[in-house]
């Protein structure tokens, strides 16, 4: 089994929906975060958790929220959906310790598209 | 803020050569992380080798190494002995300690091994 599992792993709805994109893991790490990314842009930080109680937004988080269940859950969510948020998005995870030394851990992203 | 650049849109190499994938970055601080993270075509984010600032030795796993000028602050990839498996999309990235494991990423290079 993955160690950082995200569901769906693509979705196609419509301008105005409102989407959870949800991701787990099983490695026991503190950090979680959310990426979206987008041809030629590169991986841009939504919004990241250091613990259940740590939520930061990072540099892209308007049109997006997120919810930290547990340590190992961590969600992301788009009230109203629309065209622009069209993008692959990741989550990732890392240990507190070491930093460098313990990169991040993707998952297997999840494609979504705003019709 | 820190900026990560890779210049190289797309390249493309024969199997069993040689090619370097370019990287440079800004940052003021002295304490940081760089890593080469490798996207086949089935999306998942490998980490592919990682380097610490304030180690002068390159970093090397296997047939991938770098080539870390930090006065310059350049990180370049090099693949050697290129195999069908490596085409990828590559992206570089910045960590930097002050701010707790957040990356930064380039906007990829698109490599294509040929036979």
């Known amino acids: 089994d993955a160690d950082v599992t995200q569901t769906p792993r693509n979705r196609i709805t419509k301008t105005g929906k409102r989407i959870m994109l949800e991701c787990s893991q099983t490695?026991?790490?503190?950090?979680m975060y959310w990426y979206r990314q987008d041809p030629g842009l590169g991986l841009r930080l939504i919004y990241y958790?250091?613990?259940?109680?740590?939520?930061n937004k990072g540099e892209i988080s308007d049109g997006y929220s997120v919810s930290r269940q547990a340590q190992a859950k961590f969600s992301l969510s788009l009230e109203s959906a629309i065209p622009n948020q069209t993008a692959l998005y990741f989550c990732?995870?890392?240990?507190?310790?070491?930093?460098?030394?313990?990169?991040?851990?993707f998952g297997d992203g999840t494609r979504l598209s705003i019709l | 803020a820190q900026t990560v650049t890779q210049s190289q849109p797309e390249m493309s190499v024969q199997e069993a050569e040689t090619v370097t994938l370019s990287c440079t970055y800004d940052?003021?601080?002295?304490?940081?992380?760089l890593f080469w993270y490798k996207q086949p075509p089935s999306r998942q984010m490998i980490l592919v080798i990682r380097?610490?600032?304030?180690?002068?030795q390159n970093a090397t796993e296997n047939r991938f190494s770098v080539n870390f000028q930090k006065a310059a602050k350049s990180f370049s990839l090099k693949i050697s002995d290129s195999q069908l498996g490596d085409t990828a999309m590559y992206f570089c990235?910045?960590?930097?300690?002050?701010?707790?494991?957040?990356?930064?990423f380039g906007t990829g290079t698109r490599l294509q091994v040929t036979l």
């Open positions: 990732a995870t890392s240990d507190r310790q070491g930093l460098g030394n313990q990169p991040q851990h």
């Open positions: 940052t003021s601080e002295n304490n940081y992380y």
């Open positions: 490695k026991g790490h503190d950090r």
């Open positions: 990235a910045f960590l930097n300690t002050g701010t707790a494991s957040k990356l930064t």
């Open positions: 958790s250091f613990d259940v109680k740590d939520i």
């Open positions: 380097q610490e600032a304030y180690k002068q």
